[in-house]
């Protein structure tokens, strides 16, 4: 998928753990780890506003769009 | 009715269909072979009222053809209740959507389908021997009737393509955080 997850480098640079988010943004840590591994379908926007508040970061320090060669043409 | 309650049921039914089902495959089964090698007159009354002794006498082959295609379509009908048994234990009510199921659900739509197929050869053929010695009576009485699980067979297609994108979109939504 062209849009990639960088929810493991915003929590690497903000010194915060899986179970600490997850418990922070009220979720389980299974539902962290599949958007922390790009394995998630989608994200909410409510989801998506707590990870920005909790992470004092801006969406799109979360995601990011890389273009697939196919598309790029 | 809980939805533990609707399993447990639909368990049951199943159960009894499948052990319905093998006794009469079994019966057939086992009286063609009495007729075969013990008694000839068991022809008269292989299960339930089903008299081949007329077909028999007048042509063996025919005999064999017939009986052999009632005992497939009961043996058809024995997997088909193997089928819903597998289907009944893999089938959550809370969360059905999953894998196995539409699995299930494909394969009893398509056991379905050769069971309809049977059950029209075997009934075309015994109207086509009809005409030469009466049989079709008593093999439409256990034949079951083609064109009702043809429908059942389609409805079953329906329900297993329904099912597939159902996954697909529990799939989705599990996978939405």
Known sequence: ?73 | MSAKNIAQFLKVIAWVIFIGTCIKAGALLLNIGIAEWVQPLATANLYDGLNLQPLRQYNELYYWQIASSVLFVFVLQAIFGWYLIQLAQVLQIDEPFTQPVAKYLTKLGQTALVLSIAALLTNSMAKWLDKFVPVLATVKAHNPASAEILVLAAVLFVVAYIFQRGIALQQENDLTV
């Open chain 1, 1 to 73: 998928m062209p849009i990639i997850v960088n929810l493991d480098v915003m929590m690497a640079k903000r010194k915060i753990g899986v179970n600490e988010l997850a418990a922070k943004l009220g979720i389980t840590a299974a539902n962290v780890s599949i958007l922390k591994t790009g394995k998630a379908k989608a994200i909410r926007f409510s989801t998506l506003e707590a990870i920005c508040e909790i992470l004092h970061c801006q969406p799109g320090d979360i995601l990011e769009h890389q273009p697939t060669p196919s598309s790029q043409t």
